[in-house]
């Protein structure tokens, strides 16, 4: 796998390896429950005008590794098929002491649906969807 989740008691670790983890520039995210606001399953779209900072871009595919930056904020794509992504919206998350705060992850699962639960399960209970 190019990419693994682990739930660990005050965090979700995205561990990159391989391929990924060489285009991508990025062994490791680290991010805390109580940073993580949304969980979505919706495909994922790059906003007009995102820009490529850091990583690989695979012209005419959904292949995105590495960070991005659209109007001010940073995003963190690691996925092959943007209909099989989770992406998670964060708020107070810097990644290995950047200067600028990450405000999307988005990564790519065998099971979107599965691992967005798997998410909101761990988040603080102020910040899980009501069902």
């Given at each position: 796998?190019?990419?693994?989740?682990?739930?660990e008691e005050q965090e979700l670790v995205v561990r990159l390896s391989g391929?990924?983890?060489?285009?991508?520039?990025?062994?490791?995210?680290?991010?805390?429950?109580?940073?993580i606001t949304a969980v979505t399953t919706e495909p994922f779209v790059s906003p007009p005008g995102t820009q490529r900072i850091f990583g690989t871009d695979v012209p005419f595919t959904d292949i995105h590794e590495g960070r991005y930056a659209h109007q001010g904020e940073?995003?963190?794509?690691?996925?092959?098929?943007?209909?099989?992504a989770v992406t998670l919206r964060i708020e107070n998350y810097s990644h290995d002491g950047d200067r600028e705060p990450l405000r999307v992850v988005v990564l790519g699962a065998r099971?979107?649906?599965?691992?967005?639960?798997?998410?909101?399960a761990h988040l603080p209970p102020a910040a899980r969807p009501k069902s």
């Open positions: 796998m190019p990419r693994v989740v682990e739930f391929l990924v983890h060489y285009e991508s520039l990025t062994t490791e995210l680290r991010i805390p429950y109580a940073s940073w995003y963190f794509l690691s996925l092959e098929d943007r209909k099989r099971d979107p649906e599965g691992l967005a639960q798997a998410i909101r």
